[in-house]
């Protein structure tokens, strides 16, 4: 790192394990047994304090293994020694949940992992701290201040906004004491492991790297990693403006010109199981040869790009030969979760006027959302369904079609179905193709097909007569483009909801705006589980979508109901073909009712129906 006389104002590392995994013989490290780590990190520890910052933070991750069926105790004996022996402050321990299930693997008296600690320390009390650089926009802040008769603490950890004698103006809070305002996470924090970093042999993922540098410094800052390890601290303090390069070993700057003689003994190592046939390669041209490429024309293009969102992509795909990650294409599941709304699942709130259904057909389960669509594409998610059972078998297909002849009430009374029925046959192409022959024009059999010309493209017959040619009047698949409709998705996801004063003043929701009743966090999260990233591919960038997480039905399933409503013609809806479908259903035209509509009346009580509720998977 080019410390040039200054102090690291954040450290983030994560050490060597004791006698955990085999490292590079030629690096000249052995690994430390666990009776001795303390005593061999000691140095390492004093290293930190003394280019540490006095308001800087000091993060490390690592976790104890098992021997003969029980945790090693190494852990919490460095961890206790950095608070009695060297003089640090312990903080806080963070919980990193990874995000893809942790660790693969089986053993004979516990579960796989799935999580890692990451203790902070500090030199003194008052330390930086930038906590709305990682907040977001909450409905359900507390006021914790101490004018405030509910709350023992005063110290406002979940939010900003309203305190004290404000929090108690008419309209500033509800009857709990809650608000709209910034929300501070949690200290449990979520990333996926990455597994493209090379041969290193425990992948930290950058997403985590980036929330402490966020929530710790400024930019400008420096940031210090002893262990480099797969480099991503330092990858994540460079994206996002502060300092930061150092060598794994010895933390000495590294001269250009040194390069030739780290070339000499370089080698090309798998770092995945390919078809044995075709070989790929990743370099970064920061081991461009002298004369080619210097490090300071890559600081110099680096520094030129931080104003140009444009140029830094071009920066990390050609330079740093990496795959670049379109930034904020995926909304933030907590904020959609934030500002959940309070109409109850499987009612109809006032707007939508038709409903459809996408369909994700699995192995052991079937998952169906219903959506209403209003207006301007406006959408509100009516209920989620999971039909547990063995697809090969026809008993959860008697489940989905009990859904498709159900009805859905509206505030009003009324009683919609369910217009369209998207499912997808990418699995269980058989068992689709039977179930959607016997239910009729009401479902739409997809597939998708990132070729297809629109969201949903024109249909093919697939189903094959004894003399091998397609039955025209047989089952046809519709090709849905996927990556369009996700596109389409997330910026709908990421439009700002109007104020409270804005909608009493009659303000529209904006077109496209998505509606969610009280579903539970898996939701969102599943809604929100891909990223659409630019990779190249034979020196042509192409846009790839790439799960963030295991889990994504909820996208699939809201993808498939979006394909049904492009089926039933929403894209083609004007203005008259909306007051048609409310005449149709007995309600008032928007545009025929007067600045100041009458009081409705309430709606007529519905005798509850036996057994509709299914599954409800993300109820809370």
Known sequence: MLL????????????????????????GFKPVPPEEYVEWFRDVAANIQTMLAPDGSYFLNIKAHADEGERNLYVMDLVLAHKRQWGWR?????????????????????????????????????????????????????????NNPKSTSGSGLLGTGARGRAAEAPGAADDDGRFRGVARPSNVIEARTESNQGSHSAPFPRGLAEFFVKAFTDGGDVVFDPFLGSGTTIAAAQVLGRLGYVCEHCGQEIQNHQKQSMLAPGEWRPSAVGDGKTAGFHLSSLYSP???????????????????????QVFVNTVLGETWTLLGEAPEWQKLYD??????????????????????????????????????KESWSVDYRVFEGDTSRPQVWEKL???????????????????????????????????????GGRVVVIKGDSRAPALLGPAAPVEVGPLGKRITRG?????????????????????DRPTDEDIEKGLAFPPGYCHFPRYGEEYFKQITAEQLVTKIVKGYRRHQWQKMRERNE???????????????????????????????????????????????????PTKPRPGRRVVGRFST
């Open 4 to 27: 040039e006389g200054k102090r690291a104002n954040l450290v983030i590392t994560s050490p060597p394990y004791a006698t955990q995994r085999e490292y590079d013989p030629t690096s």
């Open 90 to 146: 312990f903080v806080d321990e963070f919980c990193w949940r990874k995000t893809d299930n942790g660790v693969s693997g089986g053993w004979g008296n516990r579960f796989k992992n799935a999580w890692e600690p990451v203790f902070r320390f500090c030199r003194q009390p008052e330390i930086k701290f930038r906590p709305k650089a990682v907040g977001h926009v909450s409905e359900d802040c507390f006021d914790y201040s101490p």
């Open 290 to 312: 002298i004369g080619w490429f210097a490090w300071s024309d890559a600081a110099k293009q680096f520094e030129q790009a931080q104003k140009n969102p444009a140029l830094l």
């Open 339 to 376: 500002r959940r709304e309070s109409y109850k699942v499987g009612t109809v709130p006032p707007g939508a006027l038709f409903l459809t259904a996408g369909a994700d057909v699995q192995k052991d389960r079937i998952e169906v959302e219903i959506v209403g669509w209003g207006r301007g």
């Open 401 to 439: 079609t009990a859904l498709l002849n159900e009805t859905f009430t509206t505030t009003g009374g009324l009683e919609l179905p369910v217009l369209q029925l998207a499912v997808d046959s990418g699995f269980a192409a058989t068992e689709v193709y039977q179930w959607a022959r016997r239910q």
């Open 475 to 495: 089952v046809r698949v519709w090709p849905v483009n996927s990556g369009m409709a996700k596109e389409e998705l997330y910026r709908w996801l990421r439009l």
């Open 554 to 604: 909820a996208l699939d399933c809201r993808v498939y109901a979006r394909a049904a409503a492009s089926r039933v013609g929403i894209d083609r809806y004007q203005e008259k073909h909306w007051r048609a479908t409310e005449e149709r259903l007995g309600l008032q035209s928007k545009s025929r009712q007067s600045a100041s509509p009458r009081p409705q009346s309430p709606a007529p």
